[in-house]
């Protein structure tokens, strides 16, 4: 599970080895040739392997209302998006595929995907519709989603954390005292450092990357007034943290073990720590991560994949009724019931809010409050930035002020070298 949300969740948005864009809508170039998508009735899907029991299941219905036969190649999610630029053009490449949402961005100003219909039937909400939306067009449909949830030891905790308050008394406790460095306390641990995990503290207090939900990269929002009090808040928790928590290579290993070994009462992390957790023998709780201290929801990315249409298939009409065949509820019900992953369908994430695990029932509930990713290409120069941002700050080079502005200049630099 872990390594299938990392490779979801990547941070790094595809800056593509070859930008091919003889083919920029739907009716350029749908041909076909001698290649993977090439058969005249037959419908090429690239799935990752571990989803192959589940669609050959699904797939005879399909075929017999369209008439089609529906082959699979199997090939990573990641490895396939990098691949499409170079495979598209060669009439090599599949039909539709599944993808990460920040991959989608790019492939689809680079004119390597077609654009999508969402069904007005209601399964998807106005989060997963903008996981899909580049420059005001659909190129997707939502399939998977996730996001960050709180773990807390039942051990250790008789309810569940309901506020930041509630994580800062436990950093009162003496129970969770560092041993190895004196004054410093582990009840609640979060890899603040990556931005992955910290951003929704910023969005909480009003911080963004890009303006207009994540599509205006020349408005930049990590050194507003927002940004700047999440900062200073985090400053206050690196304070009573090991110094081990600013060690970027070993700091994520440091909070499971920590929250494993029952020195940490609680954590923040994504669907994908479960099973280490499990593994490692701890009787734990999942909920959605606490108030803020300004009353605020801490609002951390949505992610998740979505299906894709090549703009090189041959049927385009046909690589639709596939996207609309595989998100219905019953096939999302299905696809949950067989590989445990969550849908995006929301008639599908209601069943999981009443019969799922605690961990499901939870992510579910959190990316109620979460914000999609932005997938635009620029935002590639902001994960490195941010990260040193928060280093500067909370290890004191740098005031919350001085070290947001800096990376802000940085980021900018680099979208006007790279995109202007």
């Known amino acids: ?104 961005g790019q492939l689809a100003q680079q004119g390597h995907l077609a654009t999508v219909t969402i069904p007005d039937d209601g399964r998807f909400n106005e989060t997963d519709i903008q996981q899909v939306t580049v420059d005001d067009q659909i190129y997707g449909m939502p399939y998977l989603l996730e996001t960050l949830v709180l773990y807390y030891n039942k051990d250790l905790l008789d309810t569940e954390p309901t506020s930041f308050e509630d994580l800062e008394a436990l950093m009162e406790d003496d129970q969770y005292d560092f041993e190895v460095e004196s004054g410093m306390n582990t009840g609640f641990l979060a890899n603040w450092l990556d ?7 910023f969005a909480g207090y009003g911080g963004y990357i890009f303006g207009d939900d994540g599509t205006d990269p020349s408005d930049i929002g990590l050194n507003n007034e927002g940004s700047v009090e999440a900062l200073n808040y985090l400053t206050e928790w690196y304070a009573k943290w090991p110094q081990g928590m600013l060690d970027e290579g070993t700091v994520g290993d440091f909070v499971d073990q920590s929250f494993i070994d029952g020195k940490t009462a609680a954590v923040i992390n994504g669907p994908w720590g479960a099973a280490n957790y ?37 049927d385009v009409d046909l ?25 995006a369908n929301i008639e599908t994430r209601k069943v999981l809010l009443e019969e799922g695990t605690e961990v499901e029932a939870a992510v579910v509930e959190q990316y109620e409050n979460a914000n999609p990713t932005p997938n635009i290409p620029q935002t590639a120069g902001v994960w490195d930035n941010a990260k040193n941002m928060i280093f500067d700050t909370v290890s004191g080079n740098k005031s919350a002020k001085q070290s947001a502005d800096d990376a802000v200049k940085v980021i900018q630099q680099l979208i006007e070298q790279k995109y202007e």
Not at 75 to 101: C, F, K, S
Not at 195 to 201: D, E, H, I
């Open 319 to 343: 690589s639709q009724a596939w996207l609309e065949y595989i998100t219905t509820h019953e096939n999302q019900l299905e696809f949950y019931e067989t590989v445990q992953q969550i849908p």
């Open 1 to 104: 599970m872990q390594s299938r949300f990392k490779r979801v969740l990547t941070r790094i948005l595809f800056i593509g080895a070859a930008v091919l864009t003889g083919c920029g809508n739907n009716e350029s170039d749908t041909s076909g040739g001698n290649g993977t998508n090439s058969g005249e009735g037959v419908l090429t899907v690239s799935i990752e392997e571990n989803y192959s029991d589940y669609f050959e299941a699904i797939k005879g219905d399909f075929e017999e209302e369209h008439g089609v036969t529906v082959e699979f190649v199997f090939r990573e999610q990641l490895e396939q998006a990098e691949a499409l630029p170079l495979d598209g053009p060669a009439d090599i490449g599949p039909d539709v595929m599944m993808i990460p949402y920040d991959r989608i």
């Open 195 to 201: 931005f992955y995990y910290s951003y929704g503290l």
């Open 278 to 314: 499990e593994e490692g023998g701890v009787d734990f709780g999942v909920t959605t991560i606490p108030t803020l201290p300004n009353g605020e929801n801490y609002q951390p990315f949505a992610g998740g994949s979505g299906w894709v249409i090549s703009n090189y298939a041959k």
